[in-house]
């Protein structure tokens, strides 16, 4: 398809740049629904008189409606969306730009969808799609036993997954790690039921807390109900997890005062399964939770790591670092411009 649209652009670029053009106006369309014309040339940076033109032209051919409070997509054109994203995708370029991103962070595979979610907060919805057909690609037949950490993006992805999934599978979604302590809509045990509703599938879960002490640790691995789901885990085929921001995240777990001033005292950057790593991704501090570790990722066959928006580009280089060499990144265009943008191809 890249050859044939390369073709076209040869002998009419125009034509190429219109479809280029209005491609684009559907998109951050889509993006920030209900959105006026001003504010839609700002993020195009288009004028507003070109923005006008297009959009009376898209919403002639039924694609978007108009209202007081802004421009949306129809059903058509949300559809149309749909048929133009992987033909557009390839031709703007994107799959040159995973190709040089894996090469870059050491995995065999990165896959990047448009926009920057840390502005666009859609963007999540198609990485939550991408997940599902990346999972249909790489998950084998019968039994399929899939480890997932909680979180925002996570939580985000499970409502993307289908009942396409469970075809030909037995699914069953566990937490990778304790987590109670969270917000409960994004603690893991959460997100695996909502992937589990989706799929069709079954899931477990793991009840105990984000943070234990040494002397709570011991006991709590002896109890019936904690060892089925670390035995799951140990089996699992695919693992599902996102890579955070170190301090946000330890803000956002409400961790000690003086944990946060040691973690910016040595330079953490990111978070993974418990882990904060700094900048070259060696490890500075680690919550001594139950479940999935990062070594344990080594013998795992499908592992994607989901992050997306500029603001996670450092914390994404960083993990890469740590990260098993089977590892697919899921991320955006954010984020890959971010990263590509300092490194030596």
């Known amino acids: 398809m890249r050859d044939e ?7 009419a670029p125009d034509f190429v740049g219109i479809i280029k053009k209005r491609y684009q106006v559907l998109q951050h369309i889509d993006w920030l629904a209900p959105v006026g014309r001003r504010t839609l040339a700002e993020q195009l940076k288009m004028s507003e008189r070109v923005i006008r033109t297009e959009t009376d032209f898209l919403k002639a051919q039924g694609l978007l409606n108009s209202s007081k409070s802004g421009m949306v997509l129809t059903v058509k054109g949300n559809e149309t969306l749909d048929q133009l994203r992987q033909v557009m995708d390839q031709f703007l370029g994107l799959h040159q730009t995973e190709r040089q991103l894996s090469q870059v962070l050491g995995i065999e595979h990165c896959l990047i969808v448009s926009g920057n979610s840390d502005e666009q907060p859609k963007v999540l919805t198609e990485m939550g799609k991408l997940v599902n057909s990346t999972l249909q690609l790489l998950l084998p037949q019968g039994q399929s036993i899939v480890a997932v ?5 996570m939580a985000e992805a499970a409502h993307e997954l289908s009942t396409d999934l469970s075809k030909q599978r037995n699914l069953i979604f566990v937490p990778a790690r304790g987590g109670i302590g969270e917000s409960v809509d994004i603690q893991a045990n959460a997100v695996c039921a909502e992937m ?3 799929t069709g599938g079954k899931h477990r879960a793991l009840y105990v807390p984000e943070q234990v002490s040494e002397k709570t640790y011991a006991p709590l691995l002896e109890e019936p109900s904690v060892q089925e789901v670390l035995k799951l885990i140990e089996r699992s085929r695919g693992v599902l997890h996102s890579i955070g ?7 956002r777990r409400e961790m000690p005062i003086e944990t946060i ?3 910016k005292e040595k330079h953490a950057v990111g978070e993974a399964f418990g882990y904060f790593f700094n900048a070259q991704g060696e490890v500075v501090y680690k919550i001594p939770r139950i479940g999935l570790q990062i070594r344990d990722l080594l013998n795992i066959p499908c592992v994607l ?3 997306s928006g500029a603001s996670k580009a450092q914390a994404i280089q960083a993990y890469m670092h740590l990260a098993p060499k089977q ?4 991320t955006d265009e954010g984020a890959a411009n971010s990263i590509l943008q300092g490194a030596t191809l």
């Not at 590892?327 to 899921?330: A, P, R, S, V, Y």
């Open 5 to 11: 649209l390369s073709a076209i652009e040869a002998v």
């Open 261 to 263: 001033k040691m973690l």
């Open 245 to 251: 921001e170190a301090i946000a995240m330890a803000e």
């Open 196 to 198: 589990a509703k989706q």
């Open 149 to 153: 950490m909680g979180g925002t993006t």
């Open 305 to 307: 790591a989901v992050a």
């Open 327 to 330: 590892t697919w990144l899921i």
